[in-house]
């Protein structure tokens, strides 16, 4: 009976939670991911702590929200003074290997302010977030020398200096015609990168050879798909792998777009949204989509493969999830970021391999999880410290392994800032009037926006979220209660960080070991 | 007419705002600072951050609210990447001088996490606050060799190891014999070092050897008295310069103490409150600390003197204040941190030397200040940037000049985090559940508690703050619009900073810049 010793943190970019058999899509055949829920637990409300790629990350990698790491968009640097799980596994001799996206930027200003050199060690882990670089792949970027895909693609005979845009995100029509797949018009033709060379077999290959390599020694692995987010791009035979027919109906409602909320009208004159919003786009769009899914499913059986190979589904953590997931139109939206459930809640599945979670295996958890959940759990796992001065997320593990838990949280908060969106240009606003919050209880979605009426929607009566009843005087005695669990749930967030719990206690009430004697008579 | 060129910004430790003439008392004679407040503004509704002295200055060196900077007590150091007045000083190639207490502790753990170096020209910057330090003495512990003062004592004849704990805070009783005045009951006799030699005359020397020597030079100056802060010792003839009926009476009600609210309930198991809940401990103090007032405010009149014959006044910005106030018995509590005005509500005046100034001076402004205030303030005055990303305070310098504002903040927020007081062990919390907040506007305090139900007070009809609402029925309303009024001060507070507004604005919507074109068709 082994200890939890490995871990494996898969993330996938942009997927829906609703495009996963197991979470009940009609027609994706999930089987892999689908087999991993067999053998582990199933969230089925666990929700991303923003809907944007750098601040859900932001908050995957340190366990705290975005009003404290402070990334709150992807151009938004994580500050130095915020510990990632690799920084965190580090102090325990321990080293937290990626194969993909992060979305971290370094710090340059921090970096000046406080003098440390970029090259340094040290530079360089920050500039990292403390991964170990197997290979760095962000994507939707030419790709540096930060990722050995390039390379590897020029080695499998794509001669470009350009091979991502050139080949993997463009498109051969029937005609021998080459398109950008940029062009969401394109995406209905396959990738002009044969299957074994995509970027989801590539990071794949990345993950097993890593794996394989370790043999006995412990390790921890960030795998981190670029895909099924944009360009929606897909190889050959995943590109027309499903039909029209086999996709989920678009939600939507004419009706969601009289009195709509203005931040969200002013959403709506952004180009992906007035794209998606017509049904051409979108039917192009959501049959790739599955494809791409279709695709991170069967390489992630190749994954699990390997672990039955080397015998290390017996002591390796593995957590799969997605950053945010991705409207395809519904709510008359492209893209994520606002706060319907389409994004903001993803698929989260845990497999504990402690014999203490035997019981759980193959069971649904509707308690609330949250995306700053991840790192505690790891750190659980592992047997290391908590570090409760700065986490602000909680160990599933009591979870996973069936213990009585009392107290545990009654809702989760996201929150969203759109400075750097066009939607601030229309609205006419500054960068620091731009935000917005969501709490999301059992019955209730309430969000809180600064300078415009809130949204609320009961999610009971209305499970879609058709019908915004922000406005509706009937519904004032709910806002008032959601808005006072903001407050509350602020007042949880963790402030104190240049001090541990330890500390403080072995600092409590000892003034007169310091020679203060204050209020004595 | 000169530009305003000059910062004095004076600060006393745990002075009551009642106890100034200009603000109503009627036996201090404080005719240096009422003809500050005649040649300034008197702000009659300004308040601390929190009621502790490490967090409340904190917030005034950074501009920035406890949230937000999080040296939430003052066991907790400030962190490396928080941004102090003296920091945004020296990048305008200002420095901001130090005479006196700052409570500023070093970020041990950041220092060794960023590897910088505690004697290098940066590590000493950041471990001092950035002040440039004239002399930093923070009073209530043996001067080590951060201050001049005991040298100075011991030039003067004060022959000690300790000339501090044996001369300054001994006293002298009419028998001859020596106490220690840390023992309350000793203070009714006079301090054993001469009036010129005590803390606040030999600080005040420094002040006016600094501005004398910058000549011509502009100069920024903080200026931070350790009085009338306990040890409650005060020098010959303050010593009983008043008597009991002189005293404001004091404010207590039996009633209070009939289903007193948990947490004070448990801050009035602390020694410092059961002795100033005695007659004898408040009636023995109150006298000395109204000398330790009047001893400030005499030598405040030599620095007056100075900038007058060196026609200072002209170009100098001066903001006089209190890190928080004291209760000697007020509400049966000693010391600080509870929400009651008595502590949180301060002196402030603030002489702006511009003749846009001059309609306003000698009046008084309602309008709501707070101790974050302070640092956007001597920006505005100095015409450097504002830092909005960072800077949660605003300049009231619209507010001493008279200007049109609509839009002024309508209530305070301030802070408490007991957890390394006895009132925690009392109570039986972990270190992070020992938090409170009061949200304060003209007519009602709230105070929310995590873990207990929160307090309320109706300053209309209880200016004296002895009834407490929090838990009447008839009052739930008012209690639920002062909790969401804290969701909505939670929301403004600066999250990103590691990246300023201009970059946010020349980032707006330019994805397509950087090669990114998603949403098109």
């Given at each position: 009976?082994?200890?939890?010793?490995?871990?494996?943190?898969?993330?996938?970019?942009?997927?829906?939670?609703?495009?996963?058999?197991?979470?009940?899509?009609?027609?994706?055949?999930?089987?892999?991911?689908?087999?991993?829920?067999?053998?582990?637990?199933?969230?089925?409300?666990?929700?991303?702590?923003?809907?944007?790629?750098?601040?859900?990350?932001?908050?995957?990698?340190t366990?705290r929200?975005?009003?404290s790491h402070g990334?709150?968009?992807?151009?938004?640097?994580l500050s130095l003074g915020e510990i990632?799980?690799?920084?965190?596994?580090?102090?325990?001799?321990?080293?937290?290997?990626?194969?993909?996206?992060?979305?971290?930027?370094?710090d340059?200003?921090g970096?000046?302010?406080l003098?440390?050199?970029?090259?340094?060690?040290?530079?360089?882990?920050l500039?990292?977030?403390?991964?170990?670089?197997?290979?760095?792949?962000?994507?939707?970027?030419?790709?540096?020398?930060?990722?050995?895909?390039?390379?590897?693609?020029?080695?499998?005979?794509?001669?470009?200096?350009?091979?991502?845009?050139?080949?993997?995100?463009?498109?051969?029509?029937?005609?021998?015609?080459?398109?950008?797949?940029?062009?969401?018009?394109?995406?209905?033709?396959?990738?002009?990168?044969?299957?074994?060379?995509?970027?989801?077999?590539?990071?794949?290959?990345?993950?097993?050879?890593?794996?394989?390599?370790?043999?006995?020694?412990?390790?921890?692995?960030?795998?981190?798909?670029?895909?099924?987010?944009?360009?929606?791009?897909?190889?050959?035979?995943?590109?027309?792998?499903?039909?029209?027919?086999?996709?989920?109906?678009?939600?939507?409602?004419?009706?969601?777009?009289?009195?709509?909320?203005?931040?969200?009208?002013?959403?709506?004159?952004?180009?992906?949204?007035?794209?998606?919003?017509?049904?051409?786009?979108?039917?192009?769009?959501?049959?790739?989509?599955?494809?791409?899914?279709?695709?991170?499913?069967?390489?992630?059986?190749?994954?699990?493969?390997?672990?039955?190979?080397?015998?290390?589904?017996?002591?390796?953590?593995?957590?799969?999830?997605?950053?945010?997931?991705?409207?395809?139109?519904?709510?008359?939206?492209?893209?994520?970021?606002?706060?319907?459930?389409?994004?903001?809640?993803?698929?989260?599945?845990?497999?504990?391999?402690?014999?203490?979670?035997?019981?759980?295996?193959?069971?649904?958890?509707?308690?609330?999880?949250?995306?700053?959940?991840?790192?505690?759990?790891?750190?659980?796992?592992?047997?290391?410290?908590?570090?409760?001065?700065r986490?602000?997320?909680?160990?599933?593990?009591?979870?996973?392994?069936?213990?009585?838990?009392?107290?545990?949280?009654?809702?989760?908060?996201?929150?969203?800032?759109?400075?750097?969106?066009?939607?601030?240009?229309?609205?006419?606003?500054?960068?620091?009037?731009?935000?917005?919050?969501?709490?999301?209880?059992?019955?209730?979605?309430?969000?809180?926006?600064?300078?415009?009426?809130?949204?609320?929607?009961?999610?009971?009566?209305?499970?879609?979220?058709?019908?915004?009843?922000?406005?509706?005087?009937?519904?004032?005695?709910?806002?008032?209660?959601?808005?006072?669990?903001?407050?509350?749930?602020?007042?949880?967030?963790?402030?104190?960080v240049t001090?541990?719990?330890?500390?403080?206690?072995?600092?409590?009430?000892?003034?007169?070991?310091?020679?203060?004697?204050?209020?004595?008579?």
């Amino acid at each position: 009976m082994a200890a939890t010793r490995n871990v494996l943190f898969i993330m996938c970019d942009q997927l829906r939670r609703d495009h996963l058999g197991c979470y009940g899509h009609p027609y994706l055949r999930t089987r892999n991911i689908d087999a991993l829920a067999a053998r582990g637990v199933r969230f089925d409300n666990a929700f991303v702590t923003s809907g944007v790629c750098g601040p859900s990350r932001m908050s995957y990698y340190t366990g705290r929200t975005m009003s404290s790491h402070g990334a709150n968009w992807n151009r938004v640097p994580l500050s130095l003074g915020e510990i990632t799980l690799g920084e965190y596994l580090q102090r325990h001799g321990r080293t937290l290997a990626l194969a993909g996206k992060t979305h971290v930027l370094t710090d340059i200003g921090g970096f000046e302010r406080l003098e440390i050199a970029r090259n340094s060690a040290l530079g360089q882990r920050l500039s990292s977030g403390s991964f170990v670089e197997l290979d760095r792949y962000d994507g939707h970027h030419e790709p540096g020398n930060e990722s050995g895909y390039p390379a590897f693609l020029r080695q499998n005979g794509y001669v470009s200096d350009r091979p991502w845009s050139d080949f993997v995100i463009s498109v051969e029509d029937d005609a021998g015609e080459i398109h950008s797949g940029w062009k969401m018009r394109n995406v209905r033709w396959p990738s002009r990168v044969a299957e074994p060379h995509s970027e989801t077999a590539y990071m794949t290959d990345q993950a097993i050879r890593y794996i394989e390599q370790q043999g006995d020694e412990p390790w921890a692995l960030h795998l981190s798909y670029v895909k099924p987010h944009w360009p929606y791009v897909a190889p050959r035979p995943y590109h027309d792998m499903y039909a029209l027919d086999q996709c989920l109906p678009l939600a939507r409602r004419a009706s969601e777009l009289e009195n709509a909320h203005p931040v969200l009208a002013a959403y709506r004159t952004q180009e992906e949204c007035i794209n998606f919003s017509r049904e051409e786009v979108s039917n192009t769009v959501r049959p790739v989509y599955q494809g791409l899914i279709q695709q991170i499913d069967d390489h992630l059986g190749r994954l699990w493969e390997t672990l039955e190979r080397l015998d290390r589904w017996r002591d390796t953590l593995i957590i799969f999830t997605a950053d945010h997931g991705d409207f395809l139109g519904d709510h008359w939206l492209g893209e994520k970021e606002q706060f319907y459930d389409t994004v903001q809640r993803v698929p989260m599945i845990v497999h504990d391999p402690s014999p203490q979670a035997d019981a759980t295996r193959g069971t649904t958890e509707t308690r609330f999880m949250s995306g700053i959940d991840v790192v505690p759990t790891v750190l659980g796992a592992l047997g290391l410290p908590g570090y409760e001065e700065r986490i602000e997320g909680v160990s599933v593990l009591p979870l996973t392994r069936g213990e009585a838990v009392t107290d545990w949280r009654d809702c989760v908060v996201s929150e969203l800032d759109y400075s750097f969106r066009g939607a601030r240009l229309a609205l006419g606003r500054r960068p620091d009037e731009c935000r917005g919050w969501m709490v999301r209880d059992a019955r209730w979605k309430y969000v809180h926006w600064l300078g415009y009426r809130p949204q609320l929607f009961d999610l009971s009566a209305d499970p879609g979220e058709f019908v915004d009843l922000g406005a509706d005087p009937a519904h004032e005695a709910v806002r008032v209660r959601m808005h006072g669990k903001l407050a509350d749930w602020y007042g949880t967030l963790k402030r104190r960080v240049t001090i541990d719990h330890p500390s403080v206690e072995s600092k409590t009430n000892t003034h007169k070991q310091w020679g203060v004697f204050f209020g004595e008579w």
